[in-house]
């Protein structure tokens, strides 16, 4: 990086300065590389903030018109890419403000009364995150639906339910699946509750402190489609706490499907063999030409890394800056559109690759009936007849001890054998010692049976409509 | 640590195990050291599952109310102290269960019918946590009145507004205290939306499947005040987002007043001199007998880094976990307690010290006049003289170099040279130039006029209600 | 909280207070309550500062007697349990200098001379340091020893290697624990390196500038077995790097031994079967008689969150912090300590458990039979015979496809068939497909041959030692 | 993202694969968007591969020569940016494989003998560390010379020490840069050691086994210039801790120049007044014309926020992964890269900006005198006429409140009420109470005193060669 002393150049704020910037401090400080994102909303706020200004006569209709009819033109040369972006203009806002009067002269340099770009980049912000909240929410959704097609085909498909990864007790594939539809649905709910603290009309505020020209925020809240306007300006331009919920937010889903991933990734192993992956998700070995891998699963649960990265970096960030702006906050953006683009990119090819998994239902079954899993209804069973649960509970696990010795199942054991167990057993507790039978009756509210099973998918279908 | 080789000892859980726990495998896994602090709660939720119990006929009235006599009397012993808690037992749910046991006989080994640890422990902890979302919300409400009380006193008190640590505009002290009003208007939001989710009743869901008998799901939460009941028992078992999600807005929340306190520490420096702290809320040196430390807002600062330490290790304890119950899930407790009582301990202290917090008003407004602070001020007069922004923004900027090369104020130029830098400027001009009008005439909603802030304050007592 | 205004009470730094300390800030800034754990640390240092200043002749020799005969007995009271120690008095120092004035009055005034509270807990969190990294150290090194030994037994124990989860090649057991064993050793090299930086003596800094009176640095660090000092004062009371650089090496050691604790878990699962971990290290279900859990190892991994969070505290906290010495720096403690027990807990019980692991070689062995494991031999005995690699390994990739569309394994490839697929074949291609053979033939070093393991485990032997 | 089913394609590992990569799921897992970065790496480490090959007769020496040549012709496309990089081929090991295999036909096939991707990345990896480790080193090395350069300018130059944020005791401003020097060069020490861990050779590893063929590990090392090889196959491709171990180290560098950039903004304040940063290095403001900001100093700050971020990151993706490779450890590239940059770039522009920040020695000389600075020199003044340190405190305090009531400065105390404060005052004691004198009598070693500093300045100078 070389030092090139430069003569002072035409920075938009350059009055009082009598040297320009050195080209590593441009190099250094620019956003413009990833500022750009947000073009298309830095341009709606301008082209609403323009109307705002000829309609509270701050500057003349003529002017109004001339400078939205510029930002349009932008906005068609961004679009189709005949746009320069230059970094030495910093950032988005400057490039676009330059590339006006450019374009239309002077009169471009009245679109930045009553505004400062502390106000600018909240607006900008605000504007983008509202929309993707919206359209991950709208992910979220596809990939709920997804699953809930993959639940209703699989209610009666029945597999081992693990606590502490030891087999536990039979549960149905659909009641598996749900749990994640729900752990979505408190996603979208909580995303859902971030939109109403982002959707929040920033622009007015100024550098800090509020104008005194009389601009009219409402207005502007009302053209740009915001709910509310911020009420303090020193506040709102110092506020990242919607990009922090935002990331928050992301954080707990990623954790969410890492714990999917982490299921898939079991289940494709030769020791389950519960699912096989299709083809076209998974990837082989460039030197094992027998293997197939559940990669896309992998890196989904390695990219829970990175958004719980991004989330500490901007509590980092935001950590003990005074009011109001910083220009640490420019490293908000980075940690966002990494979130958004990698939450997005996971829930897409989840959302394509779930359909093409193969269950292998038998093995889930088989692998169902074996554990002793079926224990716990037997103790049920025995309170069903009087039994304390404690009691019920120890007799059930010296049975266990006395299957593992014979090397048999629960249901192996001789009626005579099971009655000096407890006097309570009658021959009909072999009936319930089935799998099948296990899971249909759980028929507590969000137990695993069928029918409640029926129940939560028609809950869940209503609600993430 | 010694291996203590064991009898197989009275676990509750023993039936199928030949050898006892090691002494050191209890000692690593007990939680009870921590998870007491549920007692309350825990025996709470067990009258309430007794009630449900006889009420559905699954064990008799009698047996119901001698269990909830027993745990009555376990309460009683816990809250006067002559309770011992026993390591050995592993957790609370175990030392209470053993208690209730030894205190009524056989009978007790009936409570935990229907029932699973997992399910009991989650409820323990949602009980717990509505409680402290509760109060953790009634103390920022309390900090946010004590602010606003003194927001109430400074509505005239005019101060530098400040960008990049510069000074950029004059603003009203109330201005920037009721910024921070806002904010943790916000953390109370996130706190009530957390609220929703937590407000769940989860015992029900036994292990994780359900159970086969007729317990009544919504009799217990209606005895427990939980709004709704979890609808998958896989997920209710599984499900730790509720911390996580209190986590977050507790992160949010410390950074908010570790900014706060960052600019008290800086306020209070010789170099600001802005505040004078009470001698009640500052420490001396044991060596510099001049100090006066502002050691509370240091250690509110510092505290930061734990609740953020505290959020990414239950991010990390659930990364890639797979359904339904882990045993990492126990360590979801630690972050939980010391974050409540972190952020309480922060939040008392602060509404505690605040109104003892000295502002010396005089040194506030003098710095506020300095740093050509009125210069936005001067920009906006000629806008409104029909010059567009950019060409006022750099006129101003050329008179701001003046002034540093000239050693005065912009208020200090004379009229004839003011009239070279532009031929808009009239002898009003000066009016403006002063601290007091540049913060009277920031009259744009939210912005820091007298004016808006009264209407500000008006809006946020009726909020914070 | 109550707000109790109190009279300026004895605080040792109390010269130009009016009012006292309010009772609510002695609670939240005291320290007492953790750093007491550093009692023993404060005393040796200072009974070495007095010996120091008897020494220079800044305090008499009488004075010097006197106040570490004061030390001495102080020493003895905390051992015994017999020393109260008094939150009023903030911290680990302040009790102890009052219990010394109490002791033997004024003169106990002078121990205080040419130090500060700033130097002296830089002190004594070294001296700690020293200790601790020396005994984990040695945790470590039990550990390993523990697992070469179980290595040792399992030279010849086949078993499938993994990636992706998938098995990939068949290795020996030894060579998998070994792995460990070489993560562990990073660990302690990077402890070691750590402590070069620990060893420094701090006193002497003072306040931060250093001191006028005739100290000598040298002597204590002599005494104290430091081997070099601090080299600039004002570093020396802002530095806590040495804390997060064992805060780091920790998290990566907790992060080896999450893996190790992850593999428990599977190979525990019923479907790996691999091991069985025995009764004392395992616990049961309150409600499901069969389980048998591995708890141990669930919360080890699950404790990662646990210091990973205490690192990025200490980050945080010392992120943006003036020098020289701040409050907030009062937080390194509770993440420092908790990380030490953490660790020390999981390498304890990890050391004890090992050993306590059944393995199932049979089903270990007769599971790197399966799928496809010794594919990566046929392409190796291909290139053997001048094939390209690429093409030998598309050729068993179809002899892959083969089997699986004939539900067969390699080895069940008939001659005949076997030359279609490549003219390379000979009849002692069959030899290399057996689990033993693939494992013996990797004799490039490092590699997974008995031979190679031998060596290893002779290497890592002397290097552990 | 639309779902392309395709033809099973050329992959060189689709041997046993019947349909083809969805192209989602090629973009999804594809990382020769980022890991193209190692393309010198990974082709210096094939030409070393390829001729350990020949040398060992695995390939023939003619092979082996094609192989050089095609890789060396890629090497000048790829740098002259003629070569095209291909996402559908995965990574920048498929992508140079198949450019090879294009270039020289099939033959190009044997280089992947005795070798997988698993250990070529790692490879990869370490060679790039390597070299990074290096140019960091000695970005840090560069900017330490900037800073004692400044230093040895500023010995005399004096300024008010802080601790608490509160003027403490008088300093010299090159003592103050000097801590900065020393921080960085334990930066240097932990990247040092970070080293030697990274300085190991893991090809030869393969896939996680080792290999049958007569591979020669340490002729490749020499070759490459390591200075050992990896000791266990399956360790070798599971470890990614040299990565975390630079994350960490340049977590804490991070945190130290987060620190003086703090100082930075700090000082350039009005109220602090130390320092104006050129024109150069600071950024106007886009309304306030009156602006200058420090705008590197605080970008620098809020990247701390990306490097912490990073390092969480990888500890995350890390946490509980079974051995060996897994996908989830591609995620590394864009934390290291990342990083890599971040830390570049901030090293760079410090460098450079520090020799052009002004030091406004006046006022700071003149803000040292303020705050009672000297009253430690007092304290000491008495301890050397007899007085215990307490009393000596004490009474100082009492002298520090008395000047405060009277608004004067300690040495405004007329020699007879001196005297009734302590008796031992004698009239030399106004000699020590100038800013001037306190500063030159820190003479304890590592003190702020002038020829204590200078003697630092020697043995850093020395020590940063």
Request: proline content about 3%; glycine content about 6%; some cysteine.
């Given at each position: 990086m070389k030092k090139a002393k430069k003569?002072?150049?035409?920075?938009?704020?350059?009055?009082?300065?009598?040297?320009?910037?050195?080209?590593?401090?441009?190099?250094?400080?620019?956003?413009?590389?990833?500022?750009?994102?947000?073009?298309?909303?830095?341009?709606?706020?301008?082209?609403?903030?323009?109307?705002?200004?000829?309609?509270?006569?701050?500057?003349?209709?003529?002017?109004?018109?001339?400078?939205?009819?510029?930002?349009?033109?932008?906005?068609?040369?961004?679009?189709?890419?005949?746009?320069?972006f230059d970094t030495t203009l910093e950032d988005i806002h400057m490039n676009i403000e330059k590339a006006l009067t450019n374009k239309i002269g002077l009169v471009g340099g009245k679109l930045h009364t009553a505004r400062s770009r502390n106000d600018q980049i909240a607006l900008d912000l605000r504007l983008y995150l509202k929309d993707e909240i919206k359209r991950i929410n709208s992910l979220i959704r596809k990939f709920q639906r997804s699953?809930?097609?993959?639940?209703?085909?699989?209610?009666?498909?029945?597999m081992p339910g693990y606590t502490h990864l030891q087999r536990a007790q039979p549960v149905s594939l659909a009641q598996h699946i749900l749990a994640y539809v729900h752990m979505l649905q408190r996603d979208r709910d909580r995303l859902?509750?971030?939109?109403?603290?982002?959707?929040?009309m920033p622009l007015g505020a100024c550098a800090m402190a509020g104008t005194s020209l009389p601009i009219d925020r409402g207005y502007v809240a009302g053209l740009l489609g915001f709910k509310r306007i911020s009420e303090n300006s020193m506040d709102t331009v110092?506020?990242?706490?919607?990009?922090?919920?935002?990331?928050?937010?992301?954080?707990?889903?990623?954790?969410?499907?890492?714990?999917?991933?982490?299921?898939l990734i079991l289940w494709s192993s030769e020791e389950f063999s519960f699912i096989e992956i299709s083809d076209e998700f998974t990837t082989g070995s460039s030197i094992m030409p027998?293997?197939?891998?559940?990669?896309?699963?992998?890196?989904?649960r390695g990219k829970t890394g990175r958004v719980y990265g991004n989330l500490i970096n901007l509590l980092t960030v935001m950590k003990a800056l005074p009011l109001t702006y910083n220009r640490d906050m420019q490293e908000d953006k980075t940690p966002l559109?990494?979130?958004?683009?990698?939450?997005?990119?996971?829930?897409?090819?989840?959302?394509e690759m779930f359909p093409n998994i193969k269950f292998n239902k038998e093995r889930m079954e088989l692998t169902a009936s074996g554990g002793f899993s079926t224990a716990t209804e037997i103790a049920d069973y025995l309170v069903k007849g009087g039994v304390p649960f404690r009691t019920a509970h120890e007799t059930v696990g010296k049975m266990v001890s006395y299957c593992i010795s014979k090397k048999c199942d629960l249901n192996d054991i001789p009626f005579n054998i099971l009655k000096k167990f407890s006097p309570v057993f009658r021959k009909d507790v072999y009936k319930i010692m089935s799998v099948g039978s296990a899971v249909e009756m759980k028929r507590s509210p969000g137990g695993t049976s069928p029918g409640e099973i029926t129940k939560q998918i028609q809950r869940l279908s209503k609600a993430i409509r």
């Amino acid at each position: 990086m070389k030092k090139a002393k430069k003569k002072k150049k035409d920075k938009l704020w350059s009055g009082r300065f009598k040297t320009g910037t050195a080209s590593s401090t441009e190099k250094f400080t620019e956003s413009i590389s990833f500022d750009r994102r947000l073009w298309s909303y830095d341009i709606q706020g301008s082209i609403a903030h323009a109307k705002m200004l000829a309609r509270q006569k701050i500057i003349s209709v003529a002017d109004s018109r001339r400078i939205i009819r510029g930002l349009e033109e932008i906005h068609q040369e961004i679009s189709n890419g005949s746009f320069r972006f230059d970094t030495t203009l910093e950032d988005i806002h400057m490039n676009i403000e330059k590339a006006l009067t450019n374009k239309i002269g002077l009169v471009g340099g009245k679109l930045h009364t009553a505004r400062s770009r502390n106000d600018q980049i909240a607006l900008d912000l605000r504007l983008y995150l509202k929309d993707e909240i919206k359209r991950i929410n709208s992910l979220i959704r596809k990939f709920q639906r997804s699953l809930i097609s993959v639940s209703k085909k699989n209610i009666n498909t029945f597999m081992p339910g693990y606590t502490h990864l030891q087999r536990a007790q039979p549960v149905s594939l659909a009641q598996h699946i749900l749990a994640y539809v729900h752990m979505l649905q408190r996603d979208r709910d909580r995303l859902n509750d971030a939109l109403k603290r982002t959707d929040v009309m920033p622009l007015g505020a100024c550098a800090m402190a509020g104008t005194s020209l009389p601009i009219d925020r409402g207005y502007v809240a009302g053209l740009l489609g915001f709910k509310r306007i911020s009420e303090n300006s020193m506040d709102t331009v110092s506020d990242r706490d919607f990009i922090i919920e935002f990331l928050s937010s992301l954080s707990v889903l990623m954790m969410h499907i890492s714990r999917m991933s982490e299921e898939l990734i079991l289940w494709s192993s030769e020791e389950f063999s519960f699912i096989e992956i299709s083809d076209e998700f998974t990837t082989g070995s460039s030197i094992m030409p027998q293997k197939k891998n559940p990669d896309v699963a992998e890196l989904i649960r390695g990219k829970t890394g990175r958004v719980y990265g991004n989330l500490i970096n901007l509590l980092t960030v935001m950590k003990a800056l005074p009011l109001t702006y910083n220009r640490d906050m420019q490293e908000d953006k980075t940690p966002l559109f990494d979130t958004v683009d990698t939450v997005s990119g996971s829930l897409e090819i989840l959302t394509e690759m779930f359909p093409n998994i193969k269950f292998n239902k038998e093995r889930m079954e088989l692998t169902a009936s074996g554990g002793f899993s079926t224990a716990t209804e037997i103790a049920d069973y025995l309170v069903k007849g009087g039994v304390p649960f404690r009691t019920a509970h120890e007799t059930v696990g010296k049975m266990v001890s006395y299957c593992i010795s014979k090397k048999c199942d629960l249901n192996d054991i001789p009626f005579n054998i099971l009655k000096k167990f407890s006097p309570v057993f009658r021959k009909d507790v072999y009936k319930i010692m089935s799998v099948g039978s296990a899971v249909e009756m759980k028929r507590s509210p969000g137990g695993t049976s069928p029918g409640e099973i029926t129940k939560q998918i028609q809950r869940l279908s209503k609600a993430i409509r």
